[in-house]
Every structure is written in structure tokens, then in C-alpha cells.
């Protein structure tokens, strides 16, 4: 039996400020799962028996146990398990679709956000500082841009959830997602081949002499750490090499 | 850094900041170029900040924050770096080198603080594990509270013992420094970017043409800093 509830603007909103603190209690057994309780629990209000009805609690339970994924898109397992509880789906259907989602929406959150968009946008910043634009320019590009994709996914993935419920995975197949990291990876490359040598300028100041030396030191050293890749962290060895040229800079 | 009315705000920018890593709301105010220019603004100097920003954003761009894995914590760091360049700056030959070596430590520290507060979080999950299977919305939103708040006191109190730790070791260093300013900058920056450099690459390479738009990048670059 399934029945169709309207969920108020207020709810939404609710569970929209709720999901930008899914994480707050992130730990190594449940992972997400307390978070996705938390966010799920203004839309179980509308229940029948309301809250603390036994509906409410039996869904809240279900809802807070173990429960991994991106944090972004976690919005459309929010959303999709609000309408599901709500459109009082079978226990153990809800339990199989809870535990379907992980997967997907860890993989498209992380090669979306973490993998393509965060470094995109860091990389524009890196652009603009290097063309020289102010202190509240750069920071406003950086976090302007994004923030408007951060909160834009955010929202279309409650949206989403709360509008498809368990026939979700079909907003998980549009173009954004399956060719968006493409392009924002092209993008970054782009501009990260821009940004890398004005950035360095900006930082070392004039003078053409060192600034070849270290541009050629900069192309070895990617080079290797690249080389290196999985096998070392880049920022443990650069701590090693500042710790050693402090040494030297303070021991001469 | 021992005077307790400067020491307070950025301790307060540091909670902030590092709780906005993971926890509450990730809307990345906490990336270094961000983080430290808000750092140094607290101090008066913004430019600064932007500098020693930018230069610790190229170690961020390695180091993203993937689910249960180990990263460096950077918001706290952040400020640590902006404020010990913007206190004792560009007056020191050694200054952006020293500041970022200690942002740098001090994301380390956070990371590993990160992890010892998951652990927490788990070990009170566990014991409220009844509860919340009995669906109690109080259990449920009193966890989700408790490690938000313990993620803001772990920032702040991470930002203040670094700054106050780091103050007389980043005097002393900065009164024995005997390297070039421009090297010293030279070196740290190059190393930065050498980071950078390969976390981009490593970012990209698997995109079609990435490569290449990647080299024409940096012709472009390289060609826009001989005109300047």
C-alpha cells in the first residue's frame, strides 16, 4: 500500500539545514547513519501518530543505523527515504534500498566533489590570485563558485529523493553526473597549467633568474611526486625537506 | 603568541573553521587559501594571509577529504599559518617559510585529532546503540550535537595550543634565520608547487586530452608572465 503525503515547504527547509550537519557525528561503526536519522526525522513528524507514534520511532531506529556515502549526495538518500517511510513502503524493502544506495552515491559524490569540482575551484582561486585580484576577490571566486555547486547538489539531491522516493536511481543517470567529472577535469587542467607558473610568481616576486631555477626544480619535483603516486604523500615529504632547509637556515 | 585578547579570537576562527573540515557545513571556509587570509585579516594584514593562503592551498589540492580516510586537518592550520605570517611577516626573511612549516604540523595534529574524535563518536554510539534502535529522537539528535560541539572545542583548543606551542619556537628560529628572503620564499613556494603540480596531474591525467590541455595550460601561463 502506498500512500502519497505532502511534505511542507517547512519540512524541506528543515531537512535542507539538517543535511549541512549530516556529518556531525561521523564515526568509524555507523559511519553516516546517525547523521541520515537526524536528517530524516522532521519529514517522520508526518507519520500517522505523529511524533514518538510508533511509526516514528520504528522509522527513526531504521533510519540512524549504519549508513555510508558522499555527504552531498546523501541528500538524495535523505530525500528518497523520507518519501519512502513516508509512503509507508515495506520494512524490509526500505532496509534493501537503504543499503543499495551506498555504493552509488559514494562514487558519483566522490568523483564529482572531491575528485573534480573541490580541486577545480581551488584551482581557479590559485588563477586568480596569481593575476593578481585582491584578498576578497579571491576569496569571494572561491567560495562563490563553489558554493553554488556545493548547495545547488545539495538541493536537487533532496529534491530528487523526496520527488522519485525508490525509483531514484533514474535521477542518478543524468549528463551532470555521468559527464560532469569529465569536463571539470578537463577544465582544471586547463587552468591548473595557468595558474601553477603566476601563482609561483606572485609568491617569490620579480626577478626572472630564480624564478627559471625554481619553475625547473617545480617541474622535477611534480614529475617525481607524480611518479610516486599512492605510494607517498607529497605534504609528508615537503614537512621533512621545510624541516631540513630550517635547519640549514638557522644551524649556518 | 602569549597575549591571551589575541590569542582568544583566533582560537574562536580556529573552532569555527575546523569544524566546518566535516562536520557543520562543509561549505569549505576552511581551505587554506580562505581559512588564512580570514586569519590575518583578524590581524590586520589580509595580504599576508592570502600569501601564506595560496601557498598552503597547493598542499590542500593533494589531501582531499575522501570518507573514513586520514587528511590533514586544514582549517585550524590555516589560521595557525595566517596569523604567525601576518604577526611576524614579511619583517623576516624566514617568515613564510616558518609559518607554513607550522601550518603544516598542525594540520597533521588535526588530522589525527579528527580521528580520535570518530573514535569518540563511535564508543558514545555504541553505548546509545539501545536507544537508538528504539528509535529515540533525543538520543538520535543528542549524538549528532554532541560531536558537533566537540568538533568546535577540538578546533579551537588545537588552534590555540599550536599558536601559543609554536610563538617562542617561531621567535627564536625567525632570530637565527641566516637564508635569503627570496630564497627561503623560493624554496617553500617551489616545494608547494611541486605538490601541486602532481596532485593536479594526478587529478586529471585519466580525462580525455587533460594532458594536454594541462602542458597548453602552462604555455599559456609561462607566456602570460614573459609578457607582464
Redesign the interface.
Known sequence: MTTQVEIPVRTRLAMFVRLLAIQGAWNYETLLGNGVGFCVEPALRLLPGGQDGPAYRAALARQSQYFNAHPYMAAVAVGALARAELQAEDAAKIERFRTALCGPLGSVGDRLVWATWLPACSIVALAAFGFGVGTAGVMLVFLGIYNAGHLALRAWGLSAGLDHGMRVASALGGPVLRRGPTHIAQFAALIGGIALPLALDQVIGPGRALFGIVLGAVALGGFVLARLHGRAEGWKIAVVLLVLFVLYSVLR | MTDFAQLLPLAMLGAVLGLDV????????S?P??AA??AA?LLGD??R???VG??L????????????SRY?EWGSAAVVGGSLYAIHGDANP?G???A??AA??C??IGGWSMVQL?????V???RRHEA??????RV??G??????TA?LVRGGALTAIILAAFTPVHRY?LG????DA???????????????????????H??????W??????????A??AF?
Do not use: C, H, Y
Not at chain 2, 537508538?132 to 529522537?137: D, E, N, W, Y
Open positions: 566535516v562536520s557543520f557545513p562543509q561549505a569549505m571556509i581551505r587559501i580562505v587570509t580570514a585579516t589580509p595580504g594571509g592570502l600569501l595560496a601557498t592551498e597547493m598542499f590542500a589540492l593533494e589531501t582531499l577529504p575522501f570518507g573514513a590533514p624566514g613564510l617559510t616558518v607554513v612549516l603544516l604540523t594540520a597533521w570518530r573514535k569518540l563518536n563511535a558514545l554510539a555504541r537508538v534502535a528504539s528509535g529515540s529522537k538520535v539528535e549524538l549528532q550535537v554532541f560531536g558537533l568538533d628560529v637565527t634565520w641566516a637564508s627570496r630564497v627561503s620564499r623560493a624554496v617553500v613556494v617551489g616545494i608547494a608547487a611541486s605538490v601541486a603540480g602532481a596532485a593536479v596531474w594526478k587529478a586529471v585519466a580525462a580525455p586530452g587533460a594532458r590541455l594541462m602542458l597548453a595550460g602552462l604555455a599559456v601561463g609561462l602570460l608572465l607582464r
